[in-house]
């Protein structure tokens, strides 16, 4: 038996599979984004704790016998963030989140600071990364920065509370802007553009290496015998890859959680940074992979149905499904967090353009769903630039429950969606997989297959033709808004 734990924004997922591959239980318990000012988005590791210890004792209430003969842990997370501990592993301030936009200024500080961060990360410096985010700390609380002994992505912060160590891997540390990410090492050079050492990073394992052991007393209460292994494990979208079965050259899914992601997957390191690709380490040893990732996909949807009072996301794609709305020219851009590929943009803002005395809840609902397609059909185009060519989509995250969502981004991407039967399990399950490696050692193509397909959306051509006038108005928008967006930005002070 293995347990899967994803630390995700809006949530931690807990997983339990058996030797079959099956999944016996699951379970999850909410957090909350805290935004004190604009731009702003930060988390209490305290609250992943909490929320920890809440979805495994309930897989544990649930499973007692399952539990009990766990063999492994493996651990993904959202990426990016920056936890900072004093030289007693306290944690110092709240964890600056991977949708922050804070450190704008900060980012071209760092390119100046470290010519060769592109060569070197395979990405361009922007505000979610974790390094320009300790030159912001550094700048505006120095007396924390002076006392920061060692900074933790969330993830590893979850595994130092299990197992006492600090160590992360590779497809997480990837998206540091520290790591030499052809050379699966942290960079010397960029560590110290931004005032640190590797004595501040934790030890680097492979996502299928063990990471650790997990603590007797943290065992215990969960109901597990013996001491599992703790697998190095992954970044949300690497573990969410093998998951999906996304580790041959050239596969690749879509993730439709709080972000939206393209990820495809390589077998060597192919950085393009212009277009705002990312280049990272897969959670594997020796592949790499590349994506586009918007910074609000399903939250745009959750912004939507809180501020329209719809009573939740699924009432409002009911809402939506059920009225099929013409919304004409009704226009949404989902920057609601900044924007990465292509625009790599943290003062873009979002919009609903287009609103008329008769435009309904559900029509703003509609144009949300097409927003985010949009957006990630921009992120495909920067893919393909660099050379990527995509057949099917595999989906996973929450988003990947709507059918009607699959047909507008089936038709916006021009490309067909396949849905494996657990695809809202993501990046737990494939978090699952890499404690099974840790343990077994087995090759990872034995493992980590692709899931079974429940249903396959292709793209309509007549719903795409449908959409084409809202695309061209959705692409102009960017252009024309751009310098209002930034001096909106001003005026709150950012």
């Known amino acids: 038996m293995f347990l899967g734990i994803d630390l995700g924004t809006s949530g931690v997922k807990a997983v339990l599979v058996d030797g079959e591959q099956r999944v016996v239980g699951q379970a999850t318990a909410p957090l909350t984004v805290h935004r004190p000012h604009p731009l702003w988005s930060e988390q209490d590791p305290a609250d992943w704790w909490a929320a920890t210890n809440a979805a495994v004792t309930a897989l544990r209430d649930a499973h007692p016998a399952a539990m009990a003969g766990v063999r492994g842990v493996g651990l993904s997370g959202q990426m990016h963030g920056a936890t900072l501990l004093d030289g007693r592993d306290r944690v110092l301030r709240p964890c600056i989140l991977w949708n922050d936009g804070r450190s704008g200024a900060e980012c071209a500080e760092l390119e100046m600071l470290a010519p060769d961060l592109r060569a070197v990360t395979g990405n361009p410096a922007m505000p979610g990364f974790t390094a320009p985010k300790l030159l912001w700390v550094a700048r505006h609380e120095p007396e924390i920065f002076a006392a920061t002994r060692r900074v933790l992505l969330p993830k590893d912060w979850l595994r130092l509370r299990m197992t006492g160590e600090a160590v992360s891997e590779m497809s997480d540390s990837a998206g540091t802007l520290w790591l030499d990410v052809g050379r699966r ?261 034995a493992v980590c297959t692709p899931l079974p397909v429940s249903r396959v959306i292709e793209p309509d051509p007549e719903l795409a033709a449908a959409m084409a006038h809202r695309r061209r108005l959705y692409r102009g928008l960017y252009g024309a808004l751009k310098d209002s967006f930034a001096m909106a930005g001003e005026g709150l002070g950012t």
């Open 185 to 445: 090492a942290w960079s010397g050079a960029m560590l110290e553009a931004t005032g640190l050492s590797e004595a501040h990073m934790p030890a680097l394992v492979e996502g299928s290496d063990p990471g650790g052991t997990l603590l007797p007393e943290v065992a215990a209460a969960w109901g597990i015998a013996g001491r599992p292994v703790v697998a190095g494990g992954g970044g949300d979208n690497a573990a969410g890859a093998v998951g999906a079965g996304v580790v041959a050259p050239g596969t690749a899914f879509l993730s439709l959680g709080t972000s939206g992601v393209l990820f495809v997957s390589d077998d060597g390191f192919h950085p393009n940074p212009a277009q705002g690709v990312h280049a990272f380490c897969h959670a594997l040893p020796g592949r790499w992979h590349r994506m586009s990732v918007i910074l609000s996909a399903a939250a745009s949807l959750t912004f939507a149905a809180a501020v329209t009072g719809a009573g939740g996301e699924a009432a409002l794609l009911e809402e939506v499904e059920r009225e099929d709305p013409d919304i004409g020219g009704l226009v949404f851009l989902p920057y609601l967090s900044g924007e990465r590929t292509p625009h790599n943009d943290p003062q873009a803002k979002g919009v609903w353009f287009g609103m008329t005395h008769a435009t309904t809840r559900a029509a703003l609902g509609r144009a949300v769903l097409e927003g985010v397609a949009f957006a990630l059909a921009d992120g495909k185009e920067a893919l393909e630039e660099a050379g990527t060519r995509f057949g099917t989509l595999r989906v996973i995250g929450g988003g990947a429950r709507s059918a009607l969502w699959g047909r507008i981004l089936a038709a916006a991407l021009d490309a067909p969606l396949a849905y494996p039967a657990a695809a809202e399990v993501g990046p737990a399950f494939g978090a699952a997989r890499l404690a099974r490696l840790a343990v077994t050692g087995e090759e990872p193509e």
